[in-house]
């Protein structure tokens, strides 16, 4: 899949940038979500779940606190076969989208979630709401193409990344998405112009910048602009 995969949201450069802007408890907030990343990272769930229910305690209003313990919690219940952690990731992911309703990480999260414990109708359900509520956001489209994908729907994850880019042209996310699934469906030409559209938009993608260099290498060609031909004079 070209779509990240859930995990918890990085906020170091907010603990910069907003430390002129924020007070104690909001800067010690992001310093202890930044150390539970950390942690999370470094694969030690359950300290990093530590730090993110202490900055949930520092900050209840912050909801990327709420994220990132549901994903640990998320995490350590699939490793470990725990109901009772994705029981409460499930209750987390929810608490953080009433703080920010339109949290895209914790949307990507809760689906999986409900994916993986049988729940697919319920996921489909889950972003086909954030769709309606949310409808000049490409995010909750390009969530909601995952999903479709996933399910072997492509035609139509194809047309939700299509609307999820007259939305918002430049979303590298969504043209990434978009190059794969033609390049999948046979489409050489357009995917490679996808492909070199979210390039230029975001160079640090090392796959795509190979999936351009086969695709260019197999002797496949973007499609050309189209031109405009002057009528004739008739006078």
Same mark, same amino acid.
């Given at each position: 899949m070209d779509y990240p995969? /859930?995990?918890? =949201?990085?906020?170091? @450069? &907010?603990? %910069? @940038?907003? &430390?002129? @802007?924020?007070?104690? #408890? *909001?800067? #010690?907030?992001?310093? +202890?979500?930044?150390?539970? %990343?950390?942690?999370?990272?470094?694969?030690?769930?359950? *300290?990093? $779940? !530590? *730090?993110? *229910?202490?900055?949930?305690?520092?900050?209840?209003?912050? &909801?990327?606190?709420? /994220?990132?313990l549901a994903a640990s919690l998320h995490k350590t219940?699939?490793?470990?076969?725990? #109901?009772?952690?994705?029981?409460?990731?499930?209750? +987390?992911y929810n608490q953080c989208l009433e703080y920010d309703p339109d949290h895209t990480e914790c949307y990507r999260g809760l689906a999986v979630l409900?994916?993986?414990?049988?729940?697919?109708? $319920?996921?489909?359900?889950?972003?086909?709401?954030? %769709?309606?509520?949310?409808?000049?956001? =490409? !995010?909750?489209?390009?969530?909601?193409?995952?999903?479709?994908?996933?399910?072997?729907?492509? @035609?139509?994850a194809t047309t939700r990344l299509v609307a999820a880019i007259a939305i918002d042209p430049h979303n590298s996310r969504?043209?990434? &998405?978009?190059?794969?699934?033609?390049?999948e469906a046979g489409d050489r030409a357009q995917a490679l112009a996808n492909y070199q559209r979210s390039l230029a938009i975001n160079r640090f993608q090392p796959q795509i910048a190979a999936r351009v260099a086969a695709l260019q290498a197999s002797g496949a060609a973007a499609p050309s602009m189209p031109t405009v031909t002057p009528p004739a004079d008739t006078r």
């Open positions: 995969s /859930y995990c918890p =949201a990085w906020i170091a @450069a &907010a603990l %910069v @940038a907003g &430390a002129a @802007a924020t007070g104690c #408890t *909001q800067m #010690t907030s992001q310093a +202890l979500n930044s150390e539970g %990343v950390r942690l999370y990272q470094s694969g030690s769930y359950q *300290q990093a $779940a !530590d *730090q993110f *229910q202490r900055a949930i305690a520092s900050n209840p209003k912050n &909801a990327s606190g709420y /994220y990132n219940g699939k490793l470990f076969n725990r #109901t009772e952690d994705l029981a409460r990731a499930e209750q +987390l409900l994916t993986e414990t049988s729940r697919q109708d $319920a996921a489909f359900r889950l972003l086909n709401g954030w %769709v309606a509520r949310s409808p000049k956001l =490409a !995010d909750p489209r390009i969530e909601l193409a995952r999903l479709l994908e996933e399910t072997n729907n492509d @035609a139509q969504a043209l990434t &998405a978009l190059g794969r699934l033609r390049e």
